[in-house]
């Protein structure tokens, strides 16, 4: 998976957001820490199974919480694909 070039992610002051790239009001949504860090993911190329991976780690989290971790991956993915932001390869 990828992220639809016509898409970048962009941090004002303190805040993600996903705009469309070259307009200047194009915002799409805003993304908080964890979805602005999955994003960078994603153009790293990271699988889901990596990205799960990585936010674990990042958050040091217990088996409970890698669960509950895994959920908001895969709902963060499936809300990229559905606003057509995801390209499969």
Known sequence: MKINESFELR???E???VARRG???GIVFAL???G???WEGILEGLSKDALHKKLCQEYEADPE???MI?????EFLEQLDKLGVLVKD
């Open 32 to 34: 908080n820490e964890t």
């Open 11 to 13: 941090k004002i002051g």
């Open 36 to 38: 602005a860090l999955l």
């Open 65 to 67: 919480e890698e669960q």
């Open 23 to 25: 307009e200047k009001q």
């Open 70 to 74: 895994l959920a908001d991956v895969e």
């Open 15 to 17: 805040h993600y957001v």
